[in-house]
């Protein structure tokens, strides 16, 4: 089966500046739970393009880490970028980015498109657990992004 995961939050930020964070590969760091020991293991990423691989470690449960390989697939500046997975522990990874100036900032939409493996299997294990995990990965990064960019609670 394949889901889909869909979050919209607006910040009182200029589109420039949300943009200029978000197209900062390293800055994922800080957008994702401490507990997930997440770790980009090509230090010098630098700016984002289209085309770019991206490697990650990051632990999903305790003592089991996984390998992540990326790819920036499309990139139109100041508007989207897409990342989808090379390599990883999901079937399908497609995480749109998508970023809309309005009257009061930037208003930030994450779609992510994505499906297990091991078919009814991986279907299970999402409905007791990666579902849940993934809202609380899009919760805390929803209250991260307030907190980098000076909004109150």
């Known amino acids: 089966m394949i889901y889909q995961l869909l979050r919209h939050q607006e910040i009182n930020s200029s589109i420039e500046n949300v943009w200029s964070y978000f197209a900062t590969p390293a800055n994922l760091n800080e957008l994702t739970p401490e507990n ?25 449960m305790p003592l089991i880490k996984s390998r992540w390989l990326t790819e920036i697939t499309h990139v139109q500046e100041q508007a989207y970028f897409i990342d989808e997975q090379r390599i990883g522990p999901y079937r399908l990874w497609i995480h749109e980015h998508r970023f809309e100036s309005t009257q009061h900032g930037t208003m930030i939409t994450d779609q992510v498109t994505y499906a297990l493996p091991f078919g009814i299997l991986g279907d299970l294990v999402h409905a007791v657990w990666v579902g849940k995990k993934l809202k609380q990965i899009f919760d805390y990064r929803y209250k991260k992004i307030k907190t980098i960019f000076g909004m109150k609670e």
């Not at 020991?37 to 470690?57: N, P």
Request: glycine residues 8%; aromatic residues 16%; hydrophobic residues 50%.
């Open 36 to 60: 997930m020991r997440f770790e980009i293991l090509d230090k010098q990423v630098g700016k984002m393009y289209a085309g770019q691989l991206i490697a990650y470690r990051i632990q999903f």
